[in-house]
């Protein structure tokens, strides 16, 4: 297996949560990225899989939290107290091993990519 398969995403009410799912190609460092309606692709967290480091961005905001079971290739994002601004598709990446330059939220950083879990939120 190659491609991410993201899993988890739905409706929910402004204050829920959910969690995200991605069973995922072996890889150095897992990333959940999200694209919001009109707006480009962003990166949500990231985890480096050898030694759990995570990386977040703004927008997490301390509610969400990427989790991974090695045994089972594995990569979650919990998210909680989720507002209408968090609805998007989100999207499972795996990065290739290499390093092209770029923070973990940047997109070109990711080799392999899922086609996407759409998460609503409303108000």
């Known amino acids: 297996q190659v491609q991410p398969v993201e899993s988890g995403g739905g409706s929910v009410q402004a204050g829920g949560s959910l969690r995200l799912s991605c069973a995922a190609p072996?890889?150095?460092?897992l990333a959940w990225f999200r694209q919001r309606p009109g707006k480009e692709r962003e990166g949500v967290a990231a985890i480096s899989t050898a030694g759990g480091r995570t990386y977040y961005a703004a927008s997490a905001g301390g509610r969400f939290t990427i989790s991974q079971d090695k045994r089972k290739n594995m990569v979650y994002l919990h998210m909680n107290s989720l507002q209408p601004e968090d609805t998007a598709m989100y999207y499972c990446?795996?990065?290739?091993?290499?390093?092209?330059?770029?923070?973990?939220?940047?997109?070109?950083?990711?080799?392999?990519w899922g086609q996407g879990t759409q998460v609503t939120v409303s108000s």
């Open positions: 072996y890889s150095n460092r």
């Open positions: 990446a795996a990065s290739d091993g290499k390093t092209y330059g770029g923070s973990w939220a940047a997109s070109y950083e990711y080799a392999y």
